[in-house]
C-alpha cells in the first residue's frame, strides 16, 4: 500500500513495480472466479490474466507502457516467478486475484505478498509442451484444441505447468522450452504464429505397459478355460481332503478359499493329481507359474529365532565391574568352567 | 616283386612280375585275398584310400609295370557297392534309411565288431552304420608314468573305450551316446572274435502281458504267470541318448519361427526338417540337423496350442525327402511376456517346477512310437527313436532359449502299453488303474530321500516327469551353411495373400534367372507350394530341389532336360 502510494509521484519512464496480497480468483466475490481460471466464453477471459486494483491501473496509465499490458509476477521468498497479463482492474485495493494454477506455479498461499512488475516481452516463435498425463493422447485433435485454449493466454513460461479446461476435464500442460529465449524464458503468444512441439505425456512408459499388460491379461487363459484346468485342480483336492469337519459348538467350519488354488505348492500336496486326458497332439502350457528359486519374489524366509533372549537382573548391580562379570556368569550358567572362571 | 593289399578284410601280401597283367592280379585278389566272396562288380582297386578306384570288372590287359604299380606298392580294395563312403567321411544328409546294408556271418567287418553278426536284415539309417564303422576310441597323449618311446603305447596312454566311465564323469557327459552304449552292451553280451553266436545286445522294454504263453493257460486276463507278466518297471535314468545334440544350421530359422509369437502372443507349434550327422563332440556322437520347420494347421493359443489334422502331411515329407530332409523332431514355443516391457519372458522351466510338463512327455512318447529308429542290434529290429522335442522357453535370465529333450525308452513303451497318463501337476505322470485291458506292473522309482539314503518308491498313483526325460544339448554352428538361403517358416505374405492367379504371377517372378542365383526359390516353403501345384513329376522333384538350393548351370542342364518343369514353366510364365 506504500508503494501504491508512493508509485502516483513518480516519472513517466520508471516502471510499474508494486506488491500486493494474493487470492485465487474463486476468492473473487461475484461470479468471474470459475472463469478466470479455465476460460468461459461469455467473457472471453485467459488463463494468464490477473485482476488488479484499479488504482494499479491509474498508476500505469501514467507510465509509458507498451501494450498489450504484460507482468512479471515473482514470489520473492520462494524465489519463483511467471509472467501473464491483465483482465480487468476490478479488485479490492491492494489484492490481486490469480489463476489457481499461477499461485501455484509461484508458490503462493491465499494472502501472501505477491511482486508485480510491467514487462516487455518477445513475440513467441515456437514453444515445446509436455501434457502431464496420457489422457492427453484421448484428445483427437489436438491442434484445434491448443488453438483454443492458448487464444486465452498471453504468455508462457519455462517450467510452468498451465492448465487448460477442454471436454469437461482439466489437461495441465507444462512448458518445456520457449523460443526466441531470452534470459526469463518467457514469450508472448498473442497474435503470433507458434510452432508447437509436444513431448511424450508424463507416465507414457506406464501407460504403455499397463497397455501391454492388459493385452497379455486378454489373451490369457482361453485354453485353461477350455480344458476346465481349474476345476480338475479342484478335483483333485477333492479327492486328497474328502468329508468335511464339524465343531461341537455347531458353528460352520470355514470352506477353503477357492482362490487359492492357484499355486503350484498346492499342487504338489495333492498326493494323487487329477488327470489330464487331452488329445493326443495338444499342448498346454498354462499351469501355475512359479518362478525359480535364485529370484527375488523366492527369498527363504529366515529362520525364526527360537529359544532367543536376553537375561535380566531384577537387582540393579553394584559397579559396572561386577555387574557385566555377573551377566556373563548368569548367561552362561549351564557352563561351569566359566562359572569357576 | 612285393605288392600289398588292405581292405576290411584285413592286409595281405603277395608276389608278382612286373610283367604280369592287371587281369591277373585281380583274379589273385578275387580268389585269393577275397575268397571268392564278392562278384567282380563289387570289388575297386584302389591307390589310395580316397581314390573311388575301378572296379574288378572293367581292369584291362595292361601290366603292372605299365599301370606303374612298383615294389611295395599298397592297393586298396574298396568292398561292396562304389558308392559306399568310408567311414571316415561324414555320411551326405538326406540318404538315410535307403541302402540296404546285409550283413552276414561270412564277411564280418571291421576290426571292433568282427564278432557283431546281426540275423535281421534291417534297414539302418546310414548315420547309423557310418558310425558303426568307427571304431571311436578316445585317444589319450603321454602320461608322466610313460616309461616308453614317443611311438610306443603303454596302459597308461593306450585309447580308451568310448564307453570309457571315467571319461564319462571327467567331461560331465550325463548320458553316453547310442553308439557308446552299443559298444558297452555288445562287448558284454557277444565275446570278441567269435563269430559262431550272436545275441543281439539291445531289447526294447516291453510292458504289456506276453501273448500266447507257452505254459498252456487261458490268455490273460483269465491266466496269467510268471512266464507271460511283464516285470517289475524300474525306473532310472536312461544312460544313453539316441541323439546327443541338437543343431539349427541358421539362427534365422528359430527367429522366424518366433514371429508369429512375437506377433500375436499365441504359442505356436512346428516339425522340424533336417538330417543326421556324427557330433564329434562326443564319442560317436550323432546330432540332428535343423534345416527347416514346417507349421502343420494348429490352433494357436496364448496359453496352448492344438495340432489338427494334416492331410498334407504325406505330401510334406516327400517333398522333404526330395530336399534330402525328414522329420527329425517337434519345436513349440512355450513364451509368456513377464509385463516389464524390456522383451524379456517369464522362465517357467527350471529346476524347481519342470522341464517338459507331463502332458509334453505324453506326446512326445507318441512321437517317439510312431518314429522309431531301425536298429539291426536290437531284438524287434527298432530300438528307441530319432525324434526330438525342442522347447522354446524363457531361461533364468528371462531370456529365449531352446532346449532340446527325448524321452526315454521307458516312456515310449510305458506309452504304448499305455499305463501312463499326464496329470494336471505338470512335473508327475499317473500310472493308470489296472483294468480289464491293461495289466499294470509294479513301477517303482529311486530317489535320494532327505536322509540322503536312496530308496525306491512305488510310482503309483504318480511319479516325478523327470525319469522319463533324457536332456540333449543344442546349439547354432559357428559357420553356419544353411541348406535353405531364406528360412520363412511360413510363405511370404505376398504369396499367402494372393488369389490364385496372383500367387502364379508372385511364382513365376521367382523364377527369373538373377532371382534363382539370390535363392528365390532356396526356400521350403516356396518349394513346398511348388510341389503342391502338382505339375511337377515326382521324380523330377529331387532335380528341381537341388536346383532350387545350389542354382549350379549344371542343375539347370539338368532340370531342363525334365518336361514336367517345362511344364510348369510355361504354366508360371503365360500367368505373367
Known amino acids: 500500500m506504500m508503494s501504491h502510494l508512493r508509485s502516483a509521484f513518480e516519472d513517466p519512464n520508471q516502471k510499474f513495480d508494486a506488491h500486493y496480497r494474493c487470492y485465487p480468483a474463486s476468492m473473487m466475490p461475484g461470479e468471474k472466479g470459475v472463469n478466470v481460471n479455465y476460460g468461459g466464453k461469455e467473457m472471453h477471459v485467459a488463463n494468464c490474466l490477473v485482476i488488479l486494483p484499479p488504482s494499479a491501473l491509474e498508476k500505469l496509465s501514467r507510465l509509458n507502457v507498451s501494450y498489450p499490458m504484460l507482468f512479471e509476477f515473482e514470489n520473492a521468498a520462494a524465489e519463483k516467478r511467471t509472467h501473464g497479463g491483465v483482465l480487468e482492474f476490478i479488485a479490492e485495493e491492494g489484492r490481486v486475484y490469480f489463476p489457481y494454477w499461477m499461485m501455484s506455479t509461484l508458490d503462493l498461499e491465499p494472502g501472501d505478498i505477491v511482486h508485480v512488475i510491467n514487462t516487455d516481452i518477445s513475440q513467441g516463435s515456437f514453444v515445446k509442451l509436455q501434457p502431464q498425463s496420457v489422457n492427453f493422447l484421448d484428445i483427437s485433435d489436438h491442434r484445434a484444441v491448443l488453438e483454443s485454449a492458448l487464444r486465452n493466454f498471453s504468455t508462457l513460461t519455462r517450467n510452468d505447468i498451465f492448465e487448460i479446461l477442454y471436454n469437461g476435464e482439466i489437461f495441465r500442460i507444462k512448458v518445456i522450452d520457449v523460443q526466441p529465449d531470452d534470459s526469463r524464458g518467457v514469450v508472448s503468444v498473442i497474435e503470433t504464429d507458434l510452432v508447437v512441439d509436444f513431448e511424450t505425456p508424463v507416465g507414457y512408459e506406464e501407460h504403455l505397459q499397463e497397455k501391454e499388460k492388459e493385452r497379455v491379461a486378454s489373451i490369457k487363459g482361453t485354453m485353461v478355460n477350455r480344458i476346465k484346468y481349474k476345476d480338475l485342480v479342484k478335483q483333485g483336492q477333492a479327492s486328497t481332503m474328502m468329508g468335511t469337519g464339524s465343531k461341537l459348538n455347531g458353528k460352520q467350519v470355514k470352506e477353503q478359499d477357492p482362490s487359492e488354488i492357484d499355486n503350484l505348492n498346492n499342487l504338489e500336496e495333492q498326493e494323487c493329481p487329477a488327470p489330464l486326458n487331452l488329445p493326443i497332439g495338444t499342448y498346454f502350457f498354462g499351469y501355475p507359474y512359479k518362478p525359480p528359486a535364485g529370484s527375488e519374489e523366492d527369498v527363504p524366509e529366515k529362520q525364526p529365532h527360537t529359544f532367543h533372549g536376553a537375561g535380566t537382573s531384577l537387582r540393579a548391580s553394584r559397579n559396572v565391574e561386577k555387574g557385566r562379570g555377573k551377566k556373563t556368569s548368569s548367561g552362561l550358567k549351564n557352563d561351569p568352567i566359566n562359572v569357576d572362571a | 616283386m612285393i605288392i600289398r593289399f588292405r581292405s576290411r578284410m584285413g592286409m595281405s601280401r603277395a608276389e608278382f612280375q612286373p610283367t604280369d597283367t592287371l587281369q591277373m592280379l585281380k583274379d589273385y585278389v578275387l580268389f585269393n585275398v577275397l575268397k571268392n566272396q564278392y562278384t567282380p562288380e563289387n570289388v575297386s582297386l584302389c591307390k589310395d584310400e580316397s581314390d573311388m578306384g575301378t572296379p574288378c570288372s572293367q581292369v584291362d590287359e595292361k601290366t603292372l609295370q605299365a599301370a606303374g604299380v612298383t615294389h611295395g606298392n599298397m592297393i586298396f580294395l574298396r568292398l561292396g557297392s562304389p558308392r559306399e563312403l568310408p567311414a571316415s567321411t561324414p555320411v551326405p544328409p538326406g540318404k538315410e534309411g535307403v541302402a540296404e546294408v546285409e550283413i552276414s556271418k561270412d564277411n564280418a567287418l571291421s576290426a571292433t565288431n568282427s564278432s557283431n553278426v546281426a540275423s535281421a536284415?534291417?534297414?539302418?539309417?546310414?548315420?547309423?552304420?557310418?558310425?558303426?564303422?568307427?571304431?571311436g576310441l578316445i585317444p589319450r597323449s603321454a602320461t608322466p608314468f610313460c616309461r616308453h618311446g614317443p611311438k610306443g603305447m603303454c596302459d597308461y596312454c593306450s585309447p580308451l573305450e568310448p564307453y570309457d566311465e571315467n571319461y564319462q564323469r571327467e567331461n560331465k557327459i550325463k548320458h553316453m551316446?547310442?553308439?557308446?552304449?552299443?559298444?558297452?552292451?555288445?562287448?558284454?553280451?557277444?565275446?570278441?572274435?567269435?563269430?559262431?553266436?550272436?545275441?543281439?545286445?539291445?531289447?526294447?522294454?516291453?510292458?504289456?502281458?506276453?501273448?500266447k504263453c507257452p505254459s498252456g493257460h487261458p490268455p490273460w486276463p483269465l491266466g496269467i504267470c510268471s512266464k507271460c507278466q511283464p516285470s517289475t518297471i524300474m525306473m532310472n535314468l536312461q544312460p544313453f541318448r539316441i541323439i546327443d545334440h541338437v543343431e539349427f544350421a541358421s539362427p534365422s530359422i528359430v527367429d522366424s519361427f518366433l514371429n508369429a509369437w512375437r506377433r500375436t502372443g499365441f504359442q505356436r507349434i512346428g516339425y522340424?526338417?533336417?538330417?543326421?550327422?556324427?557330433?564329434?563332440?562326443?564319442?560317436?556322437?550323432?546330432?540332428?540337423?535343423?534345416?527347416?520347420?514346417?507349421e502343420p494347421p494348429q490352433v494357436s493359443e496364448a496359453d496352448g496350442v492344438t495340432l489338427e489334422e494334416w492331410p498334407e502331411e504325406a505330401l510334406v515329407d516327400r517333398v522333404a525327402a526330395a530336399c534330402g530332409l525328414r522329420r527329425v523332431g517337434i519345436i513349440y514355443t512355450d513364451l509368456t511376456d513377464d509385463g516389464s516391457a524390456t522383451g524379456k519372458v517369464l522362465c517357467k522351466r527350471h529346476a524347481d517346477s519342470y522341464f517338459l510338463s507331463s502332458l509334453e512327455v505324453y506326446n512326445s512318447a507318441h512321437f517317439q512310437s510312431k518314429f522309431p529308429n531301425p536298429s539291426k542290434w536290437s531284438q524287434s529290429g527298432f530300438f528307441g527313436s530319432k525324434f526330438v522335442t525342442s522347447v522354446i522357453s524363457g531361461n533364468p535370465n528371462g531370456e529365449i532359449e531352446v532346449t532340446s529333450y527325448q524321452v526315454s525308452n521307458v516312456a515310449t513303451s510305458l506309452f504304448k502299453a499305455d499305463l501312463i497318463q499326464p496329470s494336471i501337476d505338470p512335473d508327475r505322470m499317473l500310472v493308470k488303474r489296472e483294468d480289464k485291458s491293461r495289466y499294470v506292473p509294479d513301477v517303482l522309482y529311486r530317489y535320494i530321500d532327505e536322509y540322503k539314503k536312496q530308496v525306491s518308491k512305488n510310482a503309483k498313483p504318480a511319479f516325478p516327469v523327470s525319469f522319463l526325460l533324457v536332456t540333449l544339448t543344442d546349439g547354432f554352428p559357428e559357420e553356419s551353411k544353411p541348406m535353405f538361403a531364406k528360412h520363412d517358416t511360413s510363405l511370404p505374405i505376398t504369396i499367402e495373400t494372393a488369389d490364385e492367379t496372383g500367387r502364379l504371377r508372385q511364382l513365376a517372378k521367382l523364377f527369373d534367372h538373377d532371382a534363382v542365383k539370390n535363392g528365390s526359390l532356396s526356400n521350403f516353403p516356396i518349394i513346398l507350394l511348388l510341389a503342391q501345384l502338382s505339375i511337377l513329376k515326382e521324380d523330377d522333384m529331387e532335380v528341381?530341389?537341388?536346383?532350387?538350393?545350389?542354382?549350379?548351370?549344371?542343375?539347370?542342364?539338368?532340370?531342363?532336360?525334365?518336361?514336367?518343369?517345362?511344364?510348369?514353366?510355361?504354366?508360371?510364365?503365360?500367368?505373367?
Do not use: C, W
Open chain 2, 121 to 135: 536284415h534291417v534297414a539302418q539309417d546310414n548315420i547309423d552304420d557310418a558310425l558303426e564303422l568307427q571304431d
Open chain 2, 177 to 211: 551316446s547310442f553308439h557308446s552304449y552299443l559298444r558297452k552292451v555288445n562287448s558284454n553280451v557277444n565275446k570278441y572274435a567269435s563269430t559262431q553266436s550272436f545275441i543281439p545286445p539291445l531289447e526294447e522294454p516291453y510292458f504289456k502281458v506276453k501273448e
Open chain 2, 272 to 294: 522340424t526338417y533336417g538330417h543326421y550327422e556324427p557330433y564329434t563332440a562326443v564319442p560317436l556322437g550323432t546330432k540332428a540337423v535343423v534345416e527347416a520347420i514346417y
Open chain 2, 544 to 576: 528341381f530341389a537341388k536346383y532350387a538350393m545350389s542354382p549350379t548351370e549344371e542343375n539347370e542342364k539338368n532340370l531342363n532336360t525334365r518336361e514336367s518343369y517345362q511344364t510348369l514353366l510355361a504354366v508360371l510364365y503365360s500367368s505373367l
